[in-house]
């Protein structure tokens, strides 16, 4: 069956910094990718979403990288700021057509004055 | 312009009562998708709604059952409710059952006692 991977250990680091998330899956073959953000009892922020014939998508601080051979995505934060502490979740869409998701346990990110 | 409303914010049940919870979408959006987030994990797909139908379905029981109103609104229902019903249900809009961007209301937070 599909599976996500997402780091389960909360991620620290310092304001300035850049983050770097990983998000990994088996079992399937997606036609794109997606990133949320979550804070602490909210829904889900869409924040970027990447297809399978692109390797990198860029927008303002976040870049988002999508490798199909590793089944792999990378998410970076540059110049993190403590305001982007959240957890960030990882999605795929379920084989078969449609946009029902499926998605990865979540990151959670610190950042630290 | 509104994004996706859910109503209530927070309901606390006991095992075995019945609860209705609800959704809008956001405006020019027809298709709502529901799904329920357990604490530490990530959201996890219960079904789709569009032209009032229920057309796509995840790995959940009878027990949960939704209607779509003409004005594309939505109701989640679930019967019999057990212990581990309790997570945060979340509701999430699209313009058509494949596009690729969701929109997600702040979620419901039922507690089953």
């Known amino acids: 069956s599909q599976k996500i991977e997402q780091n389960s250990e909360a991620l620290n680091i310092q304001e300035g910094k850049t983050a770097t998330l990983t998000c990994n899956y088996t079992?399937?073959?997606?036609?794109?990718l997606q990133w949320y953000r979550q804070d602490p009892g909210r829904g889900p922020v869409f924040l970027l979403l990447i297809r399978e014939n692109e390797k990198e998508k860029r927008k303002e601080r976040l870049k988002v990288t999508f490798d199909t051979t590793l089944k792999q995505s990378l998410f970076h934060i540059t110049a993190s700021q403590p305001a982007d502490s959240a957890t960030y979740l990882c999605?795929?869409?379920?084989?078969?057509?449609?946009?029902?998701?499926?998605f990865g346990t979540g990151t959670q990110l610190k950042v630290e004055l | 312009d509104a994004g996706v409303t859910q109503s209530p914010t927070h309901l606390i049940k006991t095992r075995g009562q019945q609860v209705t919870l609800r959704c809008s979408p956001k405006s020019g959006h027809d298709t709502v998708s529901w799904y329920q987030q357990a604490l530490g994990q990530g959201p996890q797909f219960i079904f789709q709604y569009y032209e009032e139908e229920e057309r796509q379905r995840g790995n959940f029981p009878d027990r949960f059952s939704g209607h779509q109103y003409p004005n594309y609104s939505s109701e989640l229902n679930v019967n019999a409710l057990l212990l581990g019903d309790s997570a945060l249900y979340l509701c999430?809009?699209?313009?058509?059952?494949?596009?690729?961007?969701?929109?997600f209301g702040p979620g419901t937070r039922l507690t089953v006692t």
């Open positions: 079992n399937y073959s997606p036609a794109y």
């Open positions: 999430a809009s699209s313009s058509t059952p494949g596009a690729p961007e969701q929109y």
């Open positions: 999605a795929l869409p379920f084989t078969g057509g449609g946009n029902k998701l499926t």
